[in-house]
């Protein structure tokens, strides 16, 4: 067990050339976990045909779930399915809600970016909106495009700062920021409609959207955030605190599991 604490990321499910099943993972969270976590990023298949919970934090010190283009299926929280909020992921759907509930009944840190930020609410009895935008009073959250309807080709327009988030004064969130007012990009379409009832709300965009969560009496850490935290942690102020507290609350569980090994051979 020497070395860096593992996280472990999850895959989305991919084709290319629209032929070739792969799983995926951004780049940019393998770097955040590894630049500022402080902690090796470990990739495992968003489904489990191949991958066993058990198995799996066995070996890591911790999770994340990235977002991805697929939105949660809607059975998850008993909706109907619209083929306008395609594609799916099912198979990452009921690994990733397993996966939530399985870390924090254990205290696995966990940590929920955009889709895996739904996904915990979801695991927790919770329901999502497929195009949040569509709701009265709220703004569009998807990322900016052209007039011509494709997607801006810089991403540093694409993942700027776009909206503030309103955070509960003396929570997680406020503390880990010292501050009780931040700004965030948008990249969603999809939302969360009603929390679970172990959602606890700790981040609100100034539209009523819910941006921050965590989960009410979870042993470790386990915190979401509807914005890419993980695009530019190195140098933006926001996201580096949450992913240091990550890697802080990864390597505290790494060590806690060294421990009774270490007992028994010095034993």
Request: net charge negative.
């Amino acid at each position: 067990m020497a070395g860096r604490a593992v996280i472990g990321v999850i895959g989305n499910a991919h084709l290319v050339d629209n032929r070739f099943a792969v799983q995926h993972v951004g780049e940019r969270n393998l770097r955040a976990v590894a630049e500022v976590a402080g902690a090796l990023p470990l990739m495992f298949g968003g489904s489990s045909d191949f991958t066993e919970i058990e198995d799996l934090l066995a070996v890591v010190d911790g999770i994340l779930l990235t977002g991805g283009r697929a939105n949660v299926h809607p059975t998850y929280f008993k909706t109907e399915p619209n083929p306008r909020h395609e594609p799916y992921d099912q198979p990452r759907d009921e690994l990733a809600l397993a996966l939530v509930r399985t870390c924090v009944e254990r205290g696995v840190p966990l940590f929920g970016i955009c889709r895996g930020f739904q996904e915990m609410n979801v695991a927790y009895g919770g329901s999502l909106h497929p195009e949040i935008r569509e709701l009265p009073g709220r703004m569009n959250h998807r990322m900016p495009r052209l007039e011509n309807g494709e997607v801006h080709p810089d991403p540093t327009v694409v993942f700027a700062d776009r909206h503030d988030v309103q955070l509960t004064p003396g929570g997680v969130f406020a503390q880990l920021f010292g501050r009780d007012l931040i700004r965030v990009n948008s990249l969603h379409g999809q939302g969360i409609l009603e929390p679970g009832p172990r959602i606890v709300i700790e981040g609100v965009a100034e539209d009523g959207t819910i941006e921050a969560i965590r989960i009410a009496d979870a042993p470790g850490f386990a915190l979401g955030v509807q914005w890419h935290a993980e695009y530019d942690p190195q140098v933006n102020p926001i996201n580096r605190a949450l992913f240091l507290a990550f890697g802080e609350a990864v390597a505290g569980y790494r060590t806690a599991r060294q421990r009774p090994a270490a007992l028994r051979r010095s034993g």
